[in-house]
């Protein structure tokens, strides 16, 4: 396990619930979301992953900020081996959240792609269910598939965060040390709508399928070790 220590460059998010989903898509739809420098990575041949995150940062998750929700959508891409092998490596193209300060934060430091502040993030923590939404209307609804949920796994979790600013690539190396519980089960994750969140990926046509969910134990918090994102390529 990774040793991190709060410093400059590294900034420590604690969160209450968290819930993602991955799902199925024609990599053709998702082809045009990424730059050049990056491609995805396909599950098999002409279908990539598209990953909807949900997060809870309850008061003084993060800093001074209040409670707030935060909504993120990213395309799972071929890795940097060179920096380790992540558990999945993620382009985000767009991120929403209930906190304009967070969305401001998240620009300036991160390099992410603040969205707009969203008008609501509901969460059913006892269904593990969640909606959000804005002005436009509801962005989506997200619920866990998952016949039964088993063991939930403390251990932590490597990802690279890779966003565009610019004209610029950036990748940061995040790491989850939380109890998460993960499926491969099939079933209704919900609706997501084709909404300016998604920055044009129109998926009237697909079934949205689930490959993989994450949920975090009820009742339990986790850590979120976020690095500062250096220029790629």
């Known amino acids: 396990m990774t040793e991190h220590v709060a410093v400059d460059n590294l900034i ?3 969160f209450d619930f968290a819930m993602t989903t991955f799902y199925e898509v024609d ?19 002409g279908v990539s992953l598209l990953n909807i995150t949900a997060f809870n940062f309850p008061e003084g998750g993060l800093g001074h900020l209040p409670k707030f929700q935060e909504l993120i959508a ?12 992540p558990k999945f490596a993620m382009y985000v193209f767009s991120l929403g ?5 967070h969305l401001d934060h998240s620009a300036n ?16 923590r006892a269904d593990n269910a969640i909606e959000f939404g804005d002005t436009d209307g509801s962005i989506l609804t997200m619920n866990n598939c998952g016949s039964n949920i088993g ?6 979790r490597y990802f690279q965060a890779f966003a565009l600013q610019d004209d610029n690539l950036f990748i940061a190396d995040l ?7 993960e499926h491969q089960d099939q079933g209704d994750a919900g ?9 044009g990926l129109e998926l009237f046509d697909e079934e949205r399928v689930p490959y993989l969910q994450m949920l975090l134990e009820p009742g339990t918090r986790g850590k979120q070790f976020y690095y500062k994102p250096e220029k790629y390529g």
Request: contains cysteine; proline residues 9%.
């Open 74 to 85: 990213s395309i799972v891409v071929t890795p940097d081996l060179s920096r380790g092998v």
């Open 191 to 199: 609706i997501i709508n084709n909404h300016p969140f998604l920055k």
């Open 97 to 101: 959240s209930t906190c304009q300060e």
């Open 12 to 14: 420590i998010w604690e």
């Open 27 to 45: 990599t053709d739809l998702i082809n045009p979301l990424l730059p050049k420098q990056i491609s995805p990575m396909e599950i098999v041949p």
């Open 109 to 124: 430091y991160y390099k992410l792609p603040s969205y707009k502040k969203l008008e609501y993030g509901k969460i059913n």
């Open 175 to 181: 790491y989850l040390k939380a109890a998460l519980f």
């Open 151 to 156: 063991d939930f796994l403390g251990h932590e």
